[in-house]
């Protein structure tokens, strides 16, 4: 039989999930091209330009020749910098041979899933609903069970303790954590790590990824990673990047740290990004060793901004607005209300 133009596409990639923000990305620019004045809410990302600091340390980094491979964990003394940061930041005490560097956070979660789970096996992954669509497409796509966790306004967008309870079981290998969380701004508090760290360490094989990308970007809340509770960092994996609280999205860089997951962790970025970029390592490193005042002013302008729309949106008869859930509100009063 001769070729008939019928070349399969894997069941794997055609349902492949998608982060419609970056479809819709694509249309905004397009538009955009266009000559449209177009208000972009599609990116979860800061409207603030990289520090001067920065860009000024990774022009002097290409002029020096640091455009080259790098071991696949990362530049040594960018990996040195993230450990002081995660060891100060968390309160707990984290070594450059812990950490890894890859093309952003994104990575680390499909790294994860692939780390601590086994194709096929019926290996469970719990994530919270609702959340960043990428967590439940990556457990699809590596093979696991996605589980979803409902995330309950009543709770600040925790989830009930009693519902994990039920939903963890021998197949469970990883809990997601997302706090400050994507999208509805919830952070959850000490005491809900603590009792999320009672059930997880019931079990010996379960980790936890702890996704920490917003972890600067928090206004009224203490940040606490469940690394710090104890007995939970030898089974956490911590992430967290510059994208967000540097606003350094397009430098592509993100970091994890787990002491026993860290040589595996390395080695799926060895396969299939062999390393980050260097001129993008070195931007990391310029701002984590002196860009923290660019941060502080941000964080204090996006309060500010936080604070005026809530009010804003409050004294409108018939709109509730809670301070902590105001982006998931202010969308839906734009979509509502037919506002664009």
């Not at 707990?92 to 780390?115: H, M, N, R």
């Not at 206004?219 to 510059?242: C, K, L, N, W």
């Amino acid at each position: 039989m001769g070729y008939t133009g019928l070349l399969e596409i894997s069941d794997r990639t055609r349902t492949l999930g998608t982060e419609n923000a970056f479809v819709v990305l694509g249309e905004v620019e397009k538009l955009s091209a266009e000559g449209r004045d177009i208000v972009n809410f599609c990116i979860g990302e800061p409207d603030f330009g990289t520090p001067e600091s920065v860009k000024e340390a990774v022009i002097e980094a290409i002029k020096a020749g640091k455009t080259r491979y790098t071991p696949s964990p990362g530049m040594m003394e960018l990996r040195e910098a993230v450990a002081e940061y995660f060891s100060e930041s968390r309160g707990i005490d984290v070594e450059p041979d812990s950490v890894v560097v890859a093309c952003g956070v994104k990575p680390f979660i499909g790294y994860s899933i692939l780390t601590v789970t086994d194709y096929g096996k019926g290996h469970e992954v719990i994530y919270p609903n609702p959340g960043f669509p990428i967590y439940e497409s990556q457990i699809r796509a590596q093979g696991a069970v996605p589980v979803p966790i409902n995330l309950r306004e009543e709770k600040n967008y925790s989830f009930d303790i009693e519902e994990l309870e039920r939903k963890v079981n021998e197949k469970t290998r990883l809990l997601i954590l997302n706090s400050p969380h994507n999208p509805t701004g919830g952070v959850l508090s000490r005491e809900d790590l603590e009792a999320i760290a009672d059930v997880v360490k019931r079990y010996d094989n379960l980790w936890v990824f702890s996704d920490e990308i917003y972890s600067r970007i928090i206004y009224d809340r203490e940040f606490v990673s469940i690394a710090s509770i104890p007995g939970m960092q030898e089974r956490t994996i911590i992430v967290d990047g510059v994208s967000k609280s540097f606003s350094m999205g397009g430098w592509r860089i993100g970091f994890a740290a787990n002491k026993k997951l860290a040589k595996y962790l390395a080695r799926w970025v060895t396969n299939t990004e062999s390393c980050a970029a260097q001129p993008s390592q070195c931007a990391a490193l310029a701002a984590l060793k002196g860009a923290w005042s660019d941060v502080e002013r941000m964080v204090k302008t996006f309060k500010r901004r936080r604070d005026l729309i809530v009010d804003g949106l409050n004294s409108i008869e018939g709109v509730k607005c809670l301070i902590l859930e105001g982006l998931k509100r202010i969308k839906e009063f734009i979509s509502e209300n037919r506002v664009v």
